[in-house]
């Protein structure tokens, strides 16, 4: 298969790439171990195949151990790494390609959207095209979050966090959006324009949003690429658009001409352009185009993708949204979808430095809501930033018109929400940390009239 069999340990296991990785390699007949910061459920899964440790230390690594691979998350110093070093040792992207070595990639990148237009692409492919294999970046309902499949196509999430995407070339790339985050690791949104602009540029065919013109400039630096969207310049475009609560239909056109029409199961212009996405995908692998509309019928969402939780008098709504871009689009399409309700939205941020960097335009997008309540930062992996919290999100948003409080726990934050919500409201969590707990037990309390 490749050059990680045998035993592999994986630092970080716990989370969504590296746990999904860990289901590869399983797959591919390694024996797999691991260890992660904290427990959660999703380690207490893999317990029941990988030893897995919590915390991190050099007697993890198992003895006779053929290989190392590491999140982006893992400093260099950590005692792990430093305990392997004379076996190699693989970044988490560069590990998933060596597992998937002779598999034609096809690729999907950018700031927004990817874990959406992935799993759709996927289910595409094994719709029309007799299968593919897939590496997800995010829970799908009734399907693993990752598989090495049949065939000869392997569809991937390729994350841009660390910089590492750049050296994955691939068969098909589609790009769906360029905007600002994770600037510390690039050095500025130039750096991370270059990068994408690299990554394309090794695919063998592009595709990318017409409606995005940073995406669309960064594409257009190599070979002519297939464009989507709404834009009446996009070579594959949704006209027509109907927005009904959790679902999105249109009719589509390519190069000028109908071709069919197609209901795709999410809210919002985002979600149309994330079945644009894997249209365009499927138009690059010369798939049949009025084969692929059907195969939405049967598609599914991610989790945690405008997820509804609970509709009984409240909606409750759970999305992982973290940018601002993110969380206007998921207000826009929660507007569209339910036009007659009010929105309270309860944001947690994630990262210290996101939030310093976008305190004002995350202030700016929720103050479309009609209630917000700002929890404390997330921090991931990253030391706290003195004078950076939620709170200046809360001052941002009332600067910006809006209603806002802000409150130090997830806990507190789901008292004010519970004081501010009215029968018939939407209830929406959006955070990328452990908000989705939030919105468990919000839901759980709502269905239960408390």
């Known amino acids: 298969m490749n050059g990680l069999t045998g035993r592999v340990h994986l630092v970080g296991i716990g989370g969504d790439g590296m746990s999904a990785l860990a289901r590869l390699l399983r797959e591919g007949g390694a024996e797999v171990s691991g260890s992660d910061i904290r427990d959660s459920s999703r380690v207490a899964d893999l317990r029941a195949w990988a030893e897995v440790h919590v915390g991190h230390r050099a007697e993890n690594v198992p003895p006779r151990v053929d290989a190392v691979v590491y999140s982006s998350a893992i400093s260099p110093l950590n ?9 190699p040792r693989w970044p988490r992207l560069l590990a998933l390609r060596e ?16 874990t959406t237009t992935t799993t759709w692409t996927a289910h595409l492919l094994r719709t029309v095209a007799g299968g593919c294999g897939h590496y997800v970046g995010g829970e799908v309902p009734g399907l693993p979050s990752a598989t090495l499949g049949k065939g000869w196509a392997f569809v991937a999430e390729v994350d841009e966090s660390d910089g590492r995407f750049v050296h994955l070339p691939s068969h098909v790339a589609v790009l769906t959006s360029v905007d600002t985050d994770h600037l510390g690791t690039y050095g500025g949104f130039d750096g991370l324009k270059g990068a994408f602009g690299r990554f394309v540029r090794r695919a063998e065919r592009v595709a990318v949003c017409a409606d995005d013109p940073v995406a669309l400039r960064v594409a257009r630096s190599g070979s002519a690429p297939l464009t989507y969207g ?14 009904r609560r959790e679902t999105s239909s249109f009719e589509l056109r ?14 919002g212009p985002h979600n149309v352009r994330n079945a644009l996405g894997a249209l365009a995908a499927g138009v690059l692998l010369d798939l049949p185009v009025r084969d692929l509309l059907p195969a939405f019928a049967t598609a599914t969402r991610p989790r945690r993708r405008l997820e509804v939780l609970e509709e009984n008098g409240y909606l409750v709504v759970d999305d992982y949204a973290h940018h601002p871009t993110e969380v206007a689009a998921g207000l826009a399409a929660l507007r569209l979808g339910w036009p007659d309700r009010r929105i309270v939205a309860i944001f947690q941020p994630h990262r210290y430095s996101r939030t310093k960097a976008l305190a004002g335009a995350f202030g700016a997008v929720l103050a479309r809501a009609d209630q917000v309540v700002v929890s404390r930062v997330y921090p991931a992996f990253e030391r706290s930033i003195p004078g950076v919290s939620g709170r200046e999100v809360a001052e941002a948003v009332v600067g910006a018109g809006g209603k806002a409080v802000y409150r130090d726990s997830l806990g507190a934050a789901m008292d004010a929400a519970a004081e501010m919500i009215q029968p018939g409201d939407v209830v929406a969590c959006f955070g990328a940390g452990d908000i989705w707990k939030l919105a468990r037990e919000m839901a759980h309390g ?5």
């Open 230 to 243: 709404f834009s009446p310049r996009a070579d594959l475009r949704a006209v027509g658009t109907v927005y």
């Open 79 to 87: 005692p792990e790494i430093e305990a392997a070093r004379d076996v």
């Open 99 to 114: 597992i998937t070595r002779g598999r034609d990639w096809v690729s999907v990148v950018g700031t927004h959207g990817k």
């Open 446 to 450: 709502l269905s239960n009239g408390s």
């Open 254 to 267: 390519l190069g000028g001409k109908k071709v069919g029409e197609v209901e795709v199961p999410g809210p």
